[in-house]
């Protein structure tokens, strides 16, 4: 406006040198280039949030569009909107599974890593619940759909990251409130600066250019900006890694945790029974493992599904049995094989006349101490082996708690188990504050009583009992292999099940509000040092001035900086996965244990790292082929740790070695 003043002025000026005069008061070059300069501001900082979606929009990426559907006999392609709970999806090999359901017939390999982070494939059988959007690597299923459209895992997923990236934390409300002062804040200074330049003796054109300046180079946008950008990325970032935050305001209070409570089953341990010892007694090993195998495979005892497991994974062969019976409280009888037999508890043996020597007395002892539970084994009145039965550990458990603790924050362990059992899990976690025999609403009291001594408390549970106590946490933290009850009470869901990741979201708030921090002290100290210039702080003393045009490009400046820092929060990192201090299941008396073992003067070793094992069929199948080149050596397989050690005086070249693996169908990552 005061451009075309001057321009008029002119061309109506008397004299050449009253229209010099107002020749250097047009700015339509500077109205241009500030137009220019927001826009491409704008621009880049479109750009640059449009990459903080990446996250939702690679999740609806994994949306399969058709579904194959039987419906009265006759199998059909229907759009997946068409699919309706009840239907029967037939799955195969290659293809994504398009929504939640159970298996009803077939078995798959299924890569739910997607969904889950679990890097391998895992076998699906008929009564499992699978996921939608995870793909079938191999295998042929039909699911009975469970859950369609927005009520599928993958949708819920989505949902909970948008809203968490929409919704607002505490800063972010403080930060709009600081915004929304600035702006009439910034007028009044551009109209003071004005006035006190024409009480200065400037011209109107030089008051007019400060109070301009002031306007241009005050930036709003970068404390708008400041805290949202940082959330959505932050929750995408957290989606990626298998980490969903309900609401921002739960990524904001996670970073003043002090103080974690985790319930013991299912959180910290595996949440079922496993085979941790196996102890024969004048029998050979599979001897011992068919008998257990014959004799448990026909109890439905939860304690009887670790060891048929187990079995099996040793190959251990089935037996005839007769005159099967279950005894309440004891155990089982049977007749294997025409030989009587005996499984259970000491009141089992006991109740059969059945004697235990010392070391069988000592052994159970020890093993009870140790929170397990001791199961003899007798076959022909005598005494053939004890199997020790218990929750372990998941892997990452003690790395995750050792995390926690050198982020100064305090660890108590809360279950209803009984002391003796708590207290040796505690052990092996390195957790001194344990609460045992604890009821369902005591959980949620002390959650309280943590609260009220000042602590920050973050509450870690999978199960119903564990609901009331998330609820009641500063934040609560769902495992997401739990009850629908108990995610819904949560503020973080951790979708892996993997307790390390608890530790992640901790690191990932801390993160996101230091950046949130960061875009704030640079928003304020910008607009701090902008503004003063720009009204001509630095005219009287040097005589500079700022261009109104030069005010807008710094303006634009500003915001892109705030949103390029908040996006430096995509590289964030999961923690290293650390097995350490993971008890492993320990080999049937007389076995070499499967991992590595002690060199001998002299003796080699090479470790092949080994990519596509499933089970112990594929084990087997490896072991063979490179027991196959390396004749004379030692060979062992781990499947849990994926890899090979071969050992021996002389050893093979790697290309042999590469080879026999390669042959038998499976890749060969990397060979030390």
Known sequence: MYGIYALIQIALAPTPEAAHSFMHDLYFESAGMILTLVTLGKFFEARAKRKTGEAIAALMDLRPQTAEVIRGGQTMQLPIEQVQVGDLVIVRGGQSVPVDGKITEGSAYLDESAITGESMPVEKHVGDTVIGATVSKSGYVVMKALRVGDDTTLSQIIRLVEEAGASKAPIAKLADKVAGVFVPVVMGIALVTAIIWLLAGETPSFALTRAISVLVISCPCALGLATPVAIMVGTGVGAKNGVLFQSAEALENLHNVNAVIMDKTGTVTEGRPVVTDVKSFGVESGDLLSL????????????????????????????????????????????????????????????????????????????????????????????????????????????AVEALRSMHIDVTLLTGDIQKTAQSIASELGVTDVIAEVLPQDKERIVREKQGKGRKVAMIGDGINDAPALARADVGIAIGAGTDVAISSADVVLMKSDLMDAVDAIRLSRRTMRNIRQNLFWAFFYNCIGIPIAAGLLWVPFGIKLSPMIGAAAMSLSSVCVVSNALRLRFFSATPRKTAGTPAVLPISGEKPLTAHKKEENVMEKTIKVDGMMCQHCVAHVKKALEGAAAGCDVAVDLDAGKAVVSGKTLPEDAVLTAAVTEAGYEVVDIK
Do not use: W
């Open 292 to 399: 257990a195998l014959s004799l448990e495979s026909r109890s439905d005892h939860p304690l009887a599904d670790a060891i048929v497991r187990y079995a099996r994974e040793k190959n251990a062969q089935e037996r005839s049995v007769t005159d099967f019976e279950m005894i309440e409280g004891q155990g089982i009888r049977a007749t294997v094989d025409g030989v009587p037999c005996f499984a259970g508890n000491r009141r089992m043996l006991l109740a059969n006349g059945l004697a235990l020597s010392g070391s069988m007395q000592k052994l159970g002892d020890e093993f009870a101490a140790a929170g397990k539970t001791p199961l003899f084994f007798a076959a022909n009145r005598q005494i053939v082996g004890i199997f020790a039965v218990a929750d372990v550990l998941k892997p990452t458990s003690k790395a």
